[in-house]
């Protein structure tokens, strides 16, 4: 079994589709001289073992909240060169959250080009301990 079968078989998937925020991002001039429209879809992956709630209650589950503050938050702290640079920042920041197992970052700025929806990148990370300290291998 591949590490995308296990946590398929084994995981939970949340997502936040088109989240839309105006961000000081990009590295040619006229993406320097303002704001941009950027969007971001972000999944994370968390243990069904461990986020099957009980009691219908928040807190035994990933709330998924802080996926969302972590976007506004590194879009505040200003400036940002590349999509690769913030989507690896985000991934830092949810793989460092001990639920989550695996994420995925997708950034898009849909205003660079007149001729074409967006332009983006795409990131996925998985703890491997995370996968491989449970008795269900890959």
Not at 40 to 63: K, S
């Amino acid at each position: 079994m591949n590490r995308m079968d296990w946590l398929q078989l084994h995981c939970r998937r949340l997502m936040l589709r088109g989240l839309t925020v105006q961000a000081w991002i990009g590295i040619h001039d006229f993406e320097k001289a303002a704001s941009q429209r950027l969007t971001l879809d972000v999944d994370i992956y968390v243990r069904l073992a461990d986020t099957t709630p009980q009691a219908d209650a928040i807190a035994e589950v990933v709330d998924y909240d802080f996926v969302r503050e972590a976007v506004h938050q590194r879009i505040a702290r200003g400036p940002i060169g590349l999509q690769e640079t913030l989507g690896d920042e985000l991934l830092d920041t949810l793989m460092a959250h001990p639920g989550v197992v695996a994420a995925r970052v997708r950034t898009a700025k849909p205003d660079v080009y007149p001729d074409c929806d967006s332009v983006g990148v795409e990131t996925f990370r998985f703890k491997e301990e995370a996968i491989l300290t449970r008795n269900e291998a890959p």
